[in-house]
C-alpha cells in the first residue's frame, strides 16, 4: 500500500517534472535553430572582413579555399587578427583550440555557421 | 584560458603564444574608452611583433612571462574600465565599431 503510494508519487512527481521540462526545451530549440546563420550571409561577411585587413591584398579573389598564410600573404600573428575581427563581427568568442584550426576562409564560415551564438 | 594566466619554466608551444596573443587582443577591445583601447592593441601588436624573431629560449621565456605578467594587468583594467562610461571621441565612428575597422 504505502509502496504503491510512494510509486504513484514519484510517477506524478515524474509527470510535472516533464510538463515543465518540456517548453523549455522546445524553446531552446527553437532560439539555437533561429540563431543559425544562413550560410551565404556568412561566407560574405567573412569575406568582406578579410577583404577589409589592410595587410590583406584585395586584387586577389577571395574565396572558401583561400588560405590565410599561403594564398593571403599573412603570419600566425595576422592570422590571430582576422579571427579576431571574425570575432567582433558576429560577436562570439572563438576558442583557443579551435582558432588553431581554422586556416581557411571555407573553415571559419563553417566555425560560423555551426555556432549558434553568431549573430 | 587559465593556463594562459600562467609563468613558464619551459619554452611555450606556438599555441600558447598565439593563444595569449588572442586573449590580449581580445582584452583590448573590452575597452570603451578609444585611446585605452588604442594604445592596448598598438602595444599588444607591437611587442608580438618585435619578439617574433626571438631564438634564444631563456629569452623567449623571458619575453612570455613578460607578456603573461601585462595580460593580467589588461585583463583587470579591461574589467575595471567597463564598468565606467566614456563618450565617444570625435574621430570614433558613432555606430558599432567592428574589428576590422581598426586595423
Known amino acids: 500500500m504505502f509502496s504503491r503510494a510512494l510509486s504513484r508519487y514519484a510517477f506524478s512527481m515524474a509527470t510535472r517534472r516533464a510538463a515543465i521540462a518540456s517548453p523549455r526545451i522546445g524553446m531552446m530549440a527553437s532560439v539555437k535553430s533561429y540563431a543559425t546563420l544562413p550560410e551565404d550571409q556568412v561566407s560574405k561577411r567573412i569575406i568582406d572582413v578579410v577583404k577589409s585587413f589592410d595587410k590583406v591584398n584585395s586584387t586577389a579573389p577571395i574565396t572558401s579555399t583561400t588560405n590565410f598564410i599561403t594564398d593571403l600573404g599573412l603570419d600566425s600573428l595576422d592570422t590571430v587578427e582576422v579571427l579576431v575581427a571574425i570575432e567582433e563581427e558576429f560577436d562570439i568568442e572563438i576558442e583557443d583550440k579551435d582558432a588553431d584550426e581554422i586556416k581557411t576562409v571555407g573553415q571559419a564560415i563553417d566555425y560560423i555557421v555551426k555556432n549558434p551564438d553568431a549573430n | ?103
Open chain 2, 1 to 103: 584560458m587559465s593556463s594562459l594566466s600562467k609563468s613558464v619554466s619551459t619554452l611555450p608551444s606556438r599555441t600558447k603564444v598565439l593563444g595569449l596573443y588572442h586573449n590580449m587582443l581580445r582584452s583590448s577591445l573590452k575597452f570603451d574608452n578609444y585611446n585605452f583601447r588604442e594604445y592596448f592593441l598598438r602595444k599588444t601588436r607591437y611587442e608580438f611583433r618585435k619578439n617574433m624573431e626571438l631564438t634564444e629560449e631563456d629569452k623567449i621565456i623571458a619575453a612570455y612571462n613578460d607578456a603573461v605578467k601585462q595580460f593580467t594587468v589588461l585583463k583587470r583594467q579591461a574589467t575595471i574600465s567597463e564598468m565606467y562610461h566614456f563618450d565617444k571621441t570625435v574621430v570614433e565612428p558613432q555606430g558599432k565599431v567592428s574589428g576590422a575597422e581598426k586595423n
